[in-house]
């Protein structure tokens, strides 16, 4: 009973915080598994599409060709990478999942755009910060 107890409080306390949020492979899973570079797209995707904060791009290619996924967050979102040096808001890069291994980094990473985009101190942080991902 008392489990059930602390798992039905932590869920109360997260659903404000979140409300109807995509979430990760790892969330999904437990974090007994994370994304695979389709389920990366997928959710970086589903997060961008419609959002008047976010774009996603790409700004390379790896050696086994796939294009690496770049998201852009701000607000207002900034019209091209060119306006990057003219605007006066600070300009954070995150990169994750460098080598194949570190897996962490990329389920924080997806996280953290989702909480940007979702979360109730996301305009306060995005007038003021430019987050590329």
């Keep these: ?36 570079y389709e389920e990366v797209l997928q959710f970086m995707t589903a997060l961008t599409k419609n959002n008047v904060h976010a774009r996603m791009d790409y700004f390379a290619r790896s050696i086994e060709g796939r294009d690496l996924p770049l998201i852009i967050i701000a607000d207002p979102l900034p019209p091209s990478y060119e306006a990057l040096e003219k605007d ?20 924080a990473t997806q996280m953290l755009a989702r909480d940007l ?17």
């Design 1 to 36: 009973m008392k489990n059930i107890l602390i798992l039905l409080i932590a869920g109360i306390l997260t659903v404000p915080l979140c409300g109807q949020k995509e979430l990760t492979r790892a969330e999904q899973s437990d974090f007994q598994s994370t994304s695979t």
């Design 117 to 133: 985009l979702k979360g109730e101190l996301s305009e306060k942080i995005l007038e003021n910060v430019i987050v590329l991902i």
């Design 88 to 107: 006066e808001r600070i300009v954070v890069y995150l990169q994750a999942n460098i080598h194949a291994g570190e897996v962490e980094g990329k389920e």
